[in-house]
């Protein structure tokens, strides 16, 4: 594969990571003039739900109060599809998670930088890079989106390294009838399904402290696998390409809410590499 085509395939994993997957649902959402129209999974913690636990949940709000404006949603379920049937189709205004480079949406400025973490078990030792002998023997969870194209960077850092045959594949959209479907790989590492996971921060740092067993997370390194595959991501809110008042008016209140946004990463255990309140 090339470089390029590895950063594009490592770019889409961590949207899918992240909750945003790129798919088919049912919308539901009004349009008026006061109104702060999100697009967002009904199904995907700890990034959103329809109950609204999640953190981008959380963010929508805060933004929509600071917006002083209506905070209405559009649920999709977030596969293939996702932004052609959301933003594409006038549905909704605003993602609220996605790679400051995706290249489907405006972005803005960043408010928060995160990382693939090796998940482990506490009482096990640890692993701290893709080039550590211990994941030749050890069963490692990764989580794969479908063709080789679009699979996780950790698929590909792994299969370069030639470990193959002791990764275990966790299906990233998972059975959708069940809470949350991609925190199962997580719970593969407490349960000793698997020796240690590569997952996307995030997730890992919502899901490993309600595990029944203490977890342990390491961040992924290196941070970018030669020749060129990303493990860490600038994450920014999308909106349709050309709406430069709604980027504008979302930078404000990034501007202006940054302590509050912080607080909200902080309690959903999201690990940064940023420093928070830069």
Sequence with gaps: M???RRSRAACAAAILSAGLY???G????????QTLRVCADPN???FSNQKGEGFE??????VARDMGTELTYTWWAQRRGFFRNTLGSGACDVVMGVPR????VLATRPYYRSTYVFVTRADRPAVRSFDDRALRSLKVGVQLIGDDYANAPAAHALARRGIVRNVVGFDLYGDYTQDSPPSRIVAAVAQGAVDVAVVWGPLAGYYAPRQPVALRLTPVS???DPPGLPFVFDISMGVRRGDTTMRDRLEEVLRRRRADIDAILREYGVPRVDAPGK
């Design 2 to 4: 090339s470089n390029g």
């Design 22 to 24: 790129l798919g088919g």
């Design 26 to 33: 049912q919308a539901e959402s009004g349009r008026t003039g």
């Design 44 to 46: 995907n913690l700890p």
């Design 57 to 62: 949940n959380r963010l929508a709000d805060l």
């Design 101 to 104: 480079d995706f290249e489907r």
């Design 222 to 224: 290196p941070p970018i």
